[in-house]
């Protein structure tokens, strides 16, 4: 099994660590047996940071938005298992 580490890093000042939590449990129930661990990082200034194995996958200030638990799950199999089919959670096939 390869190591892969998800980090979410979020502003502890606006709150978001339910947010943060919740999406932690969302991964590690979609990708219980590819993830090591997934971690929280309290952090300041309106940070939401989402990243593997230490590459930003998501950044709420650069999208300007918060992400959809869909499109997480969506970023994170494309990193580690491209082919893996997500179910109802996956993008439609064209």
């Known amino acids: 099994m390869s190591k892969n580490i ?8 606006c709150r978001w660590l339910l947010r943060a939590a919740w999406l932690a449990q969302e991964l590690l129930t979609t990708f219980e047996q ?14 939401f940071e989402i990243t593997l194995n230490d590459v930003t996958v998501f950044s709420r200030k650069a999208a300007g938005r918060f992400p959809e638990a869909k499109e997480v799950k969506q970023l994170i199999r494309d990193c580690i298992d491209p ?3 997500l179910g109802h959670s ?4 064209e």
């Open 6 to 13: 998800v980090e979410i890093t979020y502003c502890t000042q």
């Open 90 to 93: 996956d993008k439609a096939k």
């Open 34 to 47: 590819d993830l090591t661990s997934v971690a929280l990082k309290p952090g300041t200034g309106g940070i």
């Open 83 to 85: 082919e893996r089919d």
